[in-house]
């Protein structure tokens, strides 16, 4: 399984501000997959970042909003753009495993006030 | 689209066995995983079923029956540390498309 790793683990931003999340995988992956979970609620599929090409978002998901941008096969970045109360949830990072499986990152847990 | 059903809560005793149910209805099917989510943790994975009948690894089992929409994860000599959520989730046939349940919280009483 691969190692993930977030930055920034937690935050607490002001409202209309953008916050930019970093994961970095240890190893050379095609596929990168963003996630959100609310408080309470189950994971639901932001965006998929493969290397070279346009994210493709999710039903309810704008990149304008989410913009996320992957540089290379390592690395990827989800800025969350003029936040409200409501983005206030844990965005969690997560590649693929041989069976297709998901590997999830710790996670970065915002809280927007 | 996608649904997939599971119940909100559950309790068992320490060394018991418990059943978690998911049913699940999609546009289309390429597996269907079961994860561990402890609370203030990420998800972890536990298994994988793409194909009808019974996955075992060690205390946990998982069962499909892709003709019912229907998977259940056994989980057997129940620990305290078994206390979390799980949530099932169910891949596309495009095969990127990944939805997950709303999860079953497990609580595991001495």
């Known amino acids: 399984s691969a190692v993930i790793s977030q930055k920034p683990s937690r935050d607490i931003c002001q409202r209309g501000t953008s916050l930019t999340i970093q994961c970095q995988v240890d190893s050379q992956v095609t596929m990168m997959f963003w996630y959100r979970q609310q408080p309470g609620q189950s994971l639901t599929l932001i965006a998929t970042?493969?290397?070279?090409?346009?994210?493709?978002?999710e039903s309810g998901f704008v990149i304008d909003k989410f913009p996320i941008s992957r540089p290379n096969l390592t690395f990827s970045t989800l800025t969350v753009s003029n936040m409200s109360p409501e983005d206030s949830s844990i965005y969690l990072c997560?590649?693929?495993?041989?069976?297709?499986?998901?590997?999830f990152g710790p996670g970065t847990r915002l809280t927007v006030l | 689209g996608q649904n997939i059903d599971q119940p909100t809560e559950m309790t068992a005793t320490e060394g018991a066995i418990v059943q978690i149910n998911c049913t699940y209805q999609t546009s289309g099917f390429n597996g269907l995983f079961w994860y561990q989510q402890h609370a203030g943790e990420a998800p972890t994975f536990l298994s994988y079923?793409?194909?009808?009948g019974l996955e075992e690894k060690g205390r946990f089992s998982s069962f499909l029956s892709r003709s019912k929409g229907y998977s259940y994860l056994l989980l057997k000599e129940l620990q305290m540390k078994d206390s979390a959520s799980y949530l099932c989730?169910?891949?596309?046939?495009?095969?990127?498309?990944?939805?997950f349940g709303p999860g079953t919280r497990l609580s595991v009483l001495p």
């Open positions: 079923n793409v194909l009808d």
């Open positions: 997560s590649v693929e495993g041989s069976s297709r499986e998901q590997f």
């Open positions: 970042a493969n290397q070279g090409s346009e994210a493709t978002y």
């Open positions: 989730a169910v891949r596309d046939m495009g095969g990127q498309n990944f939805v």
